[in-house]
T-cell receptor
Framework: EDQVTQSPEALRLQEGESSSLNCSYT??????LFWYRQDPGKGPEFLFT???AGEEKEKERLKATLTKKESFLHITAPKPEDSATYLC??????????FGPGTRLSVLP | DTEVTQTPKHLVMGMTNKKSLKCEQH?????MYWYKQKAKKPPELMFV???????INESVPSRFSPECPNSSLLNLHLHALQPEDSALYLC?????????????FGSGTRLTVV
């Protein structure tokens, strides 16, 4: 059974204080690993798909990396508007799609 | 159009009421999904439609009844719900079922059962 865990559960950063979020996964065969951002009361917003170990993708202050067991979402010099819950999800070759519990990020001005 | 539109945004219903949630997309996506999300929890899959046919039902109680009238529309009919069914209901779509290009989510319907 596919499993996804994320750490930390919650993270508070000062504006400009860079950090990383972790997503650890166990999957029978990884078809894709996804990062989403979710604001309170809104639907998740797609950020990245990573397909294979060693792959990296960037979008503004966010950079996602992937190894065979985990993915990191690096946030460089975050701003208050980066505050949100960041969800990681994995998809296997059976098309099962499993979300992790998320990391709630707060960036203080 | 790159959006999934859900209506209504908020819904309060009694346990004896019948109501429907609506979802619409015009991206030509052939897979559509219903998810349920409780506070501080990740979304949980309820139903998947692929090419307008029900593909997956994650053992959802029969008081939730999905319907896909055409490739752009997805409904969720609600009847005799319980207070524990209160949650954010999310609709999503993707190019094909299981697409690795990511799912596009709507903003959700906040449902309160009283």
């Amino acid at each position: 059974e596919d499993q996804v865990t994320q750490s930390p559960e919650a993270l508070r950063l000062q504006e400009g204080e860079s950090s990383s979020l972790n997503c650890s996964y166990t999957v029978s065969g990884l078809r894709g690993l996804f990062w989403y951002r979710q604001d309170p009361g809104k639907g998740p917003e797609f950020l990245f798909t990573l397909y294979s170990a060693g792959e990296e993708k960037e979008k503004e202050r966010l950079k996602a990396t992937l190894t065979k067991k985990e993915s990191f979402l690096h946030i460089t010099a975050p701003k208050p508007e980066d505050s949100a819950t960041y969800l990681c999800a994995v998809q296997d070759y059976g098309q099962n799609f499993v979300f992790g519990p998320g990391t709630r990020l707060s960036v203080l001005p | 159009d790159t959006e999934v539109t859900q209506t209504p945004k908020h819904l309060v219903m009694g346990m004896t009421n019948k109501k429907s949630l609506k979802c619409e997309q015009h991206m030509g996506h052939r897979a559509m999904y219903w998810y349920k999300q409780k506070a501080k929890k990740p979304p949980e899959l309820m139903f998947v439609y692929s090419y307008e046919k029900l593909s997956i039902n994650e053992s959802v109680p029969s008081r939730f009844s999905p319907e896909c009238p055409n490739s752009s529309l997805l409904n969720l009919h609600l009847h005799a719900l319980q207070p524990e069914d209160s949650a954010l209901y999310l609709c999503a779509s993707s190019q094909e079922e299981g697409s690795t290009y990511g799912y596009t989510f709507g903003s959700g319907t906040r449902l309160t059962v009283v």
